[in-house]
């Protein structure tokens, strides 16, 4: 725990107030929420008027639109249209990573182009320690991330800047509690709440005012017709506010930027379903099997989903022990066997390819919708795990399930082909910055994808780090009630990832002044899952030998944090 906790003492010295404050404080008065009667009005949001700006110059300027998946793994890009389609204009990395394989952790490095050890969010939930917060949004706020998020320069930069979806655990609204603040930054705010997970009956924000309001979305009853249901759907009221957003601001008097964060394909959260014979992963009704016809998994037969997609799928693990660095045995932690035999994990694997399709032809239409001068980039938050590497269902580890996530874009110069070069999440701040114009900030540790957009050859980075701090800590994770406590037993750890392999260090003490290590290395130059635990073999020892040096400089440069710049030198770390 030693890396892991490194400045967050220093961090909540400096925001000791806000951490206390954290936890839902909004001022003096409650949310405003809609009587029955206006929540049959439309969904789309009032209008805020758009930030004055010359016309030469907002036409000169691109219009971005993000949309982020939750849990969406590689597995599923085959049953996405919309991602051949974007494969066919643009661009592919194909070599896209996360900075943790956690929903939370991973949004708020995203919206700040920052490793977790410097915006402070290191997991989903908030834990008791008093003052302290280690994720959440307690600890996104407490650490001043909202601030620093790229929408925030991107909206005084004269961008409207448009918000649909899913935002960060622990950021939410339910009867009877207090609204959480109002976020800056935001032209248009429409936050829809974790009671979404389940398809149905949530609650969404939007702004008046500057005032954050409530709105709640009541869910058909179970004798509603399947099409009455499915408008009723997250993903489908998401999807007209999101096309709204592009209708009303195109073209217009100035840029905009819009996040639509979809909710799919993560799975419900409540160990009972909403509609009865709801599955785990719900998709629309209209994906889902019905009179004799097949279940809709896009352009793959969702028969055709087998076993075969889930490589690496019950694999032994007792040659993947962790090892300490003079090559002998340390501490094991995956250890129990897989709870689910594999027709679980193949219908799960269907199920989820069906909740995906109502993404797949939103984001179809959201590339009609746009113009010319228009980049939207594909990706999502984390992977997902389905019985590969002996585990069960969730997300975590550093493995190849869980931290590769698909990243495509098109728009204005963006040439088409598949990029070599490593790529992070936290370099999508930078990115979205450099095409407004703007010089990112200095204490974003990513670096601008901009430069690739017209070049595909161009490879300016080959490593990528991913740390972790174990769940375990804070326990309450979300998804608990149908995952049971895998994610619990991940330890923390610290990892490196090459074109070619995989160096993990783990932390199997989690006090703060102690460190139990324990190293996983896996080779991908003859597959593509992690089998035996290659760290001590005497044919990968000059590449491990590397791996190291590169984990033993990122610790030199995990120090800084908030709004500290990024020391010299420690950019240079991915080459």
Known sequence: ????????????????????????VS?????????????????????????????????????????????????????????????????DYSHAFVVD??????????????????????????GTAPGSPLGGWPAFQGYGNPERAFNVALQQAGYTTGFVGKYLNEYEWSPGRAAPPALPGWSELNVVFGSAYD?????????????????????????????????????????????????????????????????????????????????????????????????????????????????GFGDDRRDNRPLTRKGKPSRAWNTRPNPFRAAVSINDLRTRAMMAQSVDRTVRKILRAVDDNTYVVFTSDNGFHLGQNGLGRGKGTAYDTDVHVP???????VKKGTRAELTSNIDLAPTFEEL?????????????????????????????????????????????????????????????????GVLIRYDFDNAADRVVHGYEFYPYKNRVWEKTNSFAMPRYRAEVSGLLAKLEAFDDCSGQSGSDPVRGGCRDITR
Not at 61 to 82: A, E, G, H, K, W
């Open 1 to 24: 725990m030693q890396f892991v906790r490194r400045g967050v003492a220093a961090l909540c010295l400096l925001a000791l107030t806000a951490c206390g404050a954290a936890a839902g």
């Open 27 to 91: 001022g003096d008065e409650g949310p405003l929420v809609l009587t029955a009667d206006a929540r049959q009005q439309a969904d789309e949001p009032s209008v805020v008027p758009a930030v004055a700006v010359p016309r030469a110059e907002a036409a000169a300027r691109p219009n971005i639109v993000l949309v982020l998946m939750d849990d969406f793994s590689l597995d599923l890009v085959q049953t996405m249209r919309s991602m051949r389609q974007m494969r066919r204009r643009g661009a």
């Open 101 to 126: 394989s956690l929903c939370c952790v991973s949004r708020a490095s995203l919206f700040t182009g920052q490793y977790p050890h410097q915006t402070g969010v290191r997991t989903n939930t908030s």
């Open 199 to 311: 398809g149905w009956g949530y609650a969404s924000t939007y702004l008046s005012g500057g005032q954050l309001r409530i709105r709640e979305h009541a869910a058909p009853p179970a004798s509603a017709s399947p099409a009455v249901r499915d408008r009723a759907y997250a993903g489908a009221m998401i999807e007209r506010t999101a096309l709204s957003f592009i209708k009303r601001h195109q073209p217009g008097a100035a840029p905009y930027f819009l996040e639509v964060s979809a909710y799919a394909p993560h799975n419900r959260t409540q160990p009972q379903p909403h509609y009865p014979g709801d599955p785990v992963f719900p998709p629309m009704f209209r994906d889902r099997p019905r009179a004799g016809k097949p279940g809709n998994c896009g352009p793959v037969a969702c028969a055709d989903l087998t076993r075969r997609d889930l490589p």
């Open 407 to 413: 990243l495509y874009v098109v728009g204005p110069g």
């Open 436 to 500: 407004a114009g703007l010089t990112p900030r200095p204490y974003r540790f990513g670096a601008s994808l901009v430069p690739t957009f017209g070049d595909p050859t161009l490879v300016r980075r080959n490593h990528v780090f991913i740390e972790h701090t174990a769940q375990a800590l804070t326990k309450a994770d979300p998804d608990s009630a149908l995952r049971g406590d895998e994610l619990d037993r991940i330890p923390s750890y610290v990892a490196v990832r090459s074109r070619t």
